[in-house]
């Protein structure tokens, strides 16, 4: 899982490079998803039979109360890429259903880290666009 750290360099990698790009015309951003419905939750030793059990007690931490489909993460990644996010670049799109938020607002000033929900994993939308 990342840490805090870890998804600070992310992004800090993500702004520099958007700031070294920009005259090639590429514009870099980062997609940080939240839990998220997928096979890997078999592989973490949840049962197929026993996911929709896990979603819904691990509801709780999750500000909109459920998992993210795929196609969700997908979408946000689809809008960094296509011309409604043209004048985007450098930033971390959290497709978190407001996890970030309540972990931040939560443990402000605190040492904590994340959360057994911590964002799984990352995605980094570079695109290159005529502007």
Known sequence: MRSTRQKAAIEAFARSWAIELKDRRI?????GPG?????IIEKLGVAAADLEAFE???A???PLGRFA???EVA????????DDGNFITGVN?????GTAVQWSYAHAGTANSWSS???????????????
């Open 75 to 82: 979408h946000a990644a689809v809008f960094l890429a296509s």
């Open 60 to 62: 709780d931490a999750i």
């Open 93 to 97: 799109l959290d497709v978190d259903g």
């Open 69 to 71: 489909r795929a196609d």
């Open 56 to 58: 819904r007690a691990n």
């Open 27 to 31: 514009r870099v951003n980062v997609i």
């Open 117 to 131: 929900l911590q964002r799984s994993a990352f995605a980094t939308s570079v695109t290159r666009r005529p502007w």
């Open 35 to 39: 839990p998220t419905a997928t096979p």
